[in-house]
């Protein structure tokens, strides 16, 4: 939970303009591989949803992991720009 009590998944998400990254996370280089982006932080966020860590969250941040991949790369910047533009 973040201190301020909001729900995390919908204030982060991915800044990209899909045309190559110049400090790429651990190998994903362009919007080609973002199933496999997206496949290695479900991987981390199942992890985490299921450590002790997880356990201080509000229930309304323990969503799936599916779920949380969506929003940080998909469903967020939508939003967000939906509002802004």
């Keep these: ?44 966020a199942f992890n985490f949803l299921n450590s002790e860590k997880a356990q201080s969250l509000e229930e309304f941040n323990k969503i799936k992991a599916s779920d949380i991949v969506n929003r940080f790369t998909k469903e967020n910047t939508y939003e967000f720009l939906k509002r802004n533009f």
């Design 1 to 44: 939970m973040n201190r301020y009590g909001q729900f995390a998944c919908v204030i982060q998400y991915i800044g990209s303009d899909y045309d190559g990254m110049i400090n790429p996370s651990n190998g994903f280089w362009t919007a080609e591989e973002m199933p496999l982006f997206d496949s290695y932080l479900e991987k981390h």
